[in-house]
């Protein structure tokens, strides 16, 4: 199993990023995904999920209406476009992959995580 993210760097607030995953090394299409962010001295945030269909998603109201969440099964990448970006937003952004048996139904959840990137820094700064 292999996720390896993308697409970070150092943008000014109001600024857009689009980050991508590529999964390898397993059924990309029979899992849930999200994206989890972790600040400096802070602990992981979850900010984003999809279904395995990519027609549904969720967001927590700190990012909602700013970050979108995609996936292109036949590419096996998922996405996250984040735009009007604040330096609150600055974090490290992990790809993670749900386990399709978990007990846990809530994505802030970690618990119903069971791989994970390397991360991709996003800073957000004039």
């Known amino acids: 199993v292999q996720l390896v993210e993308s697409g970070g760097g150092m943008v000014q607030p109001g600024g857009s990023l689009r980050l991508s995953c590529a999964a390898s090394?397993?059924?990309?299409?029979?899992?849930?995904m999200s994206w989890v962010r972790q600040a400096p001295g802070k602990g992981p945030e979850w900010v984003s999920a999809?279904?395995?269909?990519?027609?549904?998603?969720w967001y927590p109201p700190s990012v909602k209406g700013r970050f979108t969440i995609s996936r292109d099964k036949a590419k096996r990448l998922l996405y996250l476009q984040m735009n009007s970006l604040k330096p609150d937003d600055t974090a490290l952004y992990y790809c993670?992959?749900?386990?399709?048996?978990?007990?846990?139904?809530?994505?802030?959840?970690?618990?119903?995580?069971?791989?994970w990137g390397q991360g991709t820094q996003v800073t957000v700064s004039s």
């Open positions: 999809i279904n395995t269909g990519g027609d549904r998603t």
């Open positions: 993670v992959r749900s386990d399709p048996l978990t007990y846990y139904s809530d994505y802030a959840d970690f618990r119903r995580y069971d791989a």
């Open positions: 090394g397993f059924t990309f299409s029979r899992h849930d």
